[in-house]
């Protein structure tokens, strides 16, 4: 369709000032945080409301247009990219928060709302939404519930599969679909919402989202705890877990990261320690207190050689900023930073752990790993330069070998980042070929025409 | 297909010894717990392993065979009622606990395996599998999986859906089929172990397992609590949840089933109370007692008359035994016990109590309430006697009223007992015909033949 008919087909939908075609406009929207070259969209659009989304999927369909959601751009496997010649739609227009409700412990929301702006809202009436993506400050509710992204807080309190309780989306016909509700128990029909979470957009464009709330913690507590070997502080994971306590977030750095971080804001962190993990644990003050003792005496069983504990929130908030530094830190080394989350069960943590030594050993490659141990999902974070082809080459390899890896560990290609562009030619490796025709066929039949977000997880001609 | 040809075909299949097709038999496999008439299936099959059960779903979609999935019978909406003609499928030789894994927090079983004997073997490994369905003694997982079970501890622990991290099942072709996996955060492929919960058996038939354990709580408290009015009770409820405590079970129970409960075991109810709630609290120990404080507070602020807290197992057992005694009670009352499960955010339990109040004064129904009223799932249980077609005729039209009452509340038709037969036709009311139309594509894209448990949630012909 010639650029002159794609716009006269939007226009008269979402308005003139929605509609973007210019170059800029269109790179600017081409590419998203994936390390994936982009493609350029036809037209960038911007619904300001639920019936002209409804419409935007609508004309797509009819007009056989690809159809790529956009929320905050952070995806990091390609799940944003557009198809060349589709269309980006964007759902910055649609941000409102419709309820807080507190006596039922729920939120309803437009799929833009920025995730941390949801989360200082919620906590502001005196409840809690756990899931904390890294990329919480820009990233949406919707790219969250599209991803089922995870976060630093997965080990105790799940992920944002865990909190949608409903939601609505529009079909390729443009007609809204209803799923789940605002009760906790809810057995009415198929379990849409749940298929819709971590569907990276393929089955549907969602309008609506219900999210489950809980009380907050009373209390919590940061350490510090610092390691001289990363196979100590990785069975000191494993025996936190085994030891029947659940942190609210567990995490690990290596010397390399460590060392980085420090570089990129001096902090104090131990540049000659081999590992560090940055615990917290929360709840009942008293249980604050049991949970912290056993971590701390858990943590010197297995050879820390040191615990800090933050003692007031100001130590609290550095303990954090060091993990929040972490890829920022990285990113800035080298010219491409590729940040991997394959997963394990969290007992083979120190297995994994090793694998990747000796993976950054064989290629001679630098990786930085640090992430969320506890629920044993790592980012092992490859520091290169993609114009450089022979280490390109290397990196595909390890990347290659670190997915074998966590497969043979009994784990996934991905905990948290999607499957996206990125690793869609790998899944049947760990799902099999049936697990990908059934999805194909869902998808087929949902999606005839193969307009939503095409080529993303699910393919046409998958294997 | 005659019988002496259908047994021809199962018998090299499952053996001899694991095929049944007397009258007798098929007419103890025809029925389930739901007030509905049953279904004479031509043949009941017990697989003994995952390559029969591959084997059997294949010969069924091969020669255009119904089968219908059972593992306990219990089904409350007629789920496990097989067509006329079609296969009857038992899960009660696939009854093996695979792994309970302590380190990684995870069991892996097969269908059958009973519900109760599942959660006693995870305590026993020092862990907690809290769904806990009132079946749960007969109930297995593969059942709860299919129906999303509920039971008591739905308000702070939730429902079977929040237990599932992965799961095999066999599609129509008896290709098996894997979703999700052992690690906490998966996001590899669409959410098919999520679609797969609650779908009650029309999208594929299941293999295997993976339940998320977690660690148990340390301590807990039950109380119980008099009031002299039904309001009184219900606000009491919604003023715990407001107040930002989440006990593991807030239970309530009408007058009606208090009196027919202490007339089934004298247990020491007081028979003159218009309403009981039935309370625990648990966690670190510490958390309990300002909980159990707490919600003591608020009940006698909502005008409890009198507050028992179980001072010792004996005590503690006692409260739920009375509370286990409510179903079995009420339905030696009547030949016919219609146990309905319509569900309504918490806040709106005093509402939904006095709707009910006036639907039985308007039919001239007995109706006795009990059931979760921490999560919004009453069970208002109609007695009646079917065989009376007049009052069967008064029956069915409460039910409606029920129905539309707890939309009306925006609520959900059901909370926990599936939409089976029983259900089917009102579901329109509720998620809209976008929805069923969704689900129905789904549904003939992985079963183009409609073999699976047919006419049951996703109909070919909905609305």
């Given at each position: 369709?010639?650029?002159?008919?794609?716009?006269?087909?939007?226009?008269?939908?979402?308005?003139?000032?929605?509609?973007?075609?210019?170059?800029?406009?269109?790179?600017?929207?081409?590419?998203?945080?994936?390390?994936?070259?982009?493609?350029?969209?036809?037209?960038?659009?911007?619904?300001?409301?639920?019936?002209?989304?409804?419409?935007?999927?609508?004309?797509?369909?009819?007009?056989?247009?690809?159809?790529t959601v956009r929320g905050g751009?952070t995806n990091l496997s390609?799940g944003t990219?557009?198809?060349?010649?589709?269309?980006?739609?964007?759902t910055?227009?649609?941000?409102?928060?419709?309820?807080?409700?507190?006596?039922?412990?729920y939120a309803v929301v437009e799929p833009g709302v920025?995730t941390?702006?949801l989360a200082?809202?919620?906590?502001?009436?005196?409840?809690?939404y756990p899931p904390d993506p890294?990329s919480q400050?820009?990233s949406t509710i919707g790219g969250n519930v599209a991803e089922n992204a995870g976060g630093?807080r997965g080990?105790?309190y799940g992920v944002t599969k865990d909190y949608v309780m409903g939601l609505e989306f529009f079909d390729?016909?443009?007609?809204l679909v209803k799923a789940g509700g605002k009760t906790v128990k809810c057995v009415t029909g198929l379990n849409l919402s749940g298929l819709m979470v971590g569907s990276e957009g393929t089955l549907g464009v969602f309008n609506k989202i219900i999210l489950k709330l809980i009380?907050?913690?009373?209390?919590?507590?940061?350490?510090?705890?610092?390691?001289?070997?990363?196979?100590?502080?990785?069975?000191?994971?494993?025996?936190?877990?085994?030891?029947?306590?659940?942190?609210?977030?567990?995490?690990?750095?290596?010397?390399?990261?460590?060392?980085?971080?420090?570089?990129?804001?001096?902090?104090?962190?131990?540049?000659?320690?081999?590992?560090?993990?940055?615990?917290?644990?929360?709840?009942?003050?008293?249980?604050?207190?049991?949970?912290?003792?056993?971590?701390?005496?858990?943590?010197?069983?297995?050879?820390?050689?040191?615990?800090?504990?933050?003692?007031?929130?100001?130590?609290?908030?550095?303990?954090?900023?060091?993990?929040?530094?972490?890829?920022?830190?990285?990113?800035?080394?080298?010219?491409?930073?590729?940040?991997?989350d394959?997963t394990?069960?969290?007992?083979?943590?120190?297995?994994?752990?090793?694998?990747?030594?000796?993976?950054?050993?064989?290629?001679?490659?630098?990786?930085?790993?640090?992430?969320?141990?506890?629920d044993?999902n790592?980012?092992?974070?490859?520091?290169?330069?993609?114009?450089?082809?022979?280490?390109?080459?290397?990196?595909?390899?390890?990347?290659?070998?670190?997915?074998?890896?966590?497969?043979?560990?009994?784990?996934t290609l991905s905990g948290e980042h999607g499957i996206g562009?990125?690793k869609a030619?790998?899944m049947?490796?760990e799902v099999?070929?049936?697990s990908?025709?059934y999805a194909?066929?869902i998808k087929?039949?949902v999606d005839?025409?193969?307009?939503l977000n095409?080529?993303k997880m699910v393919?046409?001609?998958?294997?």
């Amino acid at each position: 369709m010639s650029k002159n008919n794609i716009e006269k087909l939007f226009k008269p939908v979402v308005g003139e000032d929605n509609v973007m075609t210019s170059e800029t406009d269109r790179y600017a929207y081409s590419y998203d945080a994936a390390v994936l070259d982009g493609e350029m969209p036809a037209i960038v659009v911007r619904p300001e409301n639920s019936e002209t989304l409804g419409e935007v999927v609508k004309l797509c369909n009819d007009n056989g247009l690809p159809l790529t959601v956009r929320g905050g751009g952070t995806n990091l496997s390609g799940g944003t990219i557009p198809k060349p010649g589709g269309v980006v739609v964007l759902t910055n227009s649609m941000t409102k928060i419709l309820e807080i409700n507190e006596e039922d412990l729920y939120a309803v929301v437009e799929p833009g709302v920025v995730t941390a702006q949801l989360a200082a809202q919620v906590a502001s009436s005196g409840l809690f939404y756990p899931p904390d993506p890294g990329s919480q400050t820009v990233s949406t509710i919707g790219g969250n519930v599209a991803e089922n992204a995870g976060g630093l807080r997965g080990l105790k309190y799940g992920v944002t599969k865990d909190y949608v309780m409903g939601l609505e989306f529009f079909d390729t016909g443009g007609n809204l679909v209803k799923a789940g509700g605002k009760t906790v128990k809810c057995v009415t029909g198929l379990n849409l919402s749940g298929l819709m979470v971590g569907s990276e957009g393929t089955l549907g464009v969602f309008n609506k989202i219900i999210l489950k709330l809980i009380p907050p913690p009373q209390a919590a507590k940061s350490m510090l705890a610092i390691f001289d070997s990363v196979k100590a502080a990785s069975e000191a994971v494993a025996a936190i877990i085994a030891g029947k306590i659940l942190p609210a977030t567990l995490e690990m750095m290596d010397n390399f990261t460590i060392r980085t971080v420090e570089n990129f804001r001096r902090a104090g962190l131990p540049t000659d320690a081999a590992a560090l993990l940055l615990i917290e644990v929360d709840g009942h003050p008293a249980q604050v207190a049991d949970d912290a003792a056993r971590v701390e005496t858990i943590c010197r069983e297995n050879d820390a050689r040191e615990l800090r504990v933050a003692s007031d929130q100001h130590e609290r908030n550095a303990i954090w900023q060091a993990r929040r530094d972490a890829l920022p830190a990285l990113a800035k080394l080298k010219p491409t930073c590729v940040l991997e989350d394959a997963t394990v069960p969290r007992s083979k943590i120190p297995a994994m752990i090793e694998a990747l030594e000796l993976i950054s050993k064989k290629y001679q490659l630098t990786i930085g790993t640090f992430g969320h141990a506890g629920d044993g999902n790592l980012h092992p974070t490859i520091l290169t330069d993609k114009r450089d082809k022979k280490e390109w080459e290397k990196v595909e390899n390890a990347i290659d070998e670190i997915f074998d890896c966590a497969l043979g560990l009994d784990g996934t290609l991905s905990g948290e980042h999607g499957i996206g562009m990125a690793k869609a030619k790998f899944m049947v490796r760990e799902v099999g070929k049936a697990s990908l025709d059934y999805a194909t066929r869902i998808k087929a039949a949902v999606d005839p025409k193969n307009i939503l977000n095409p080529e993303k997880m699910v393919r046409r001609n998958n294997g």
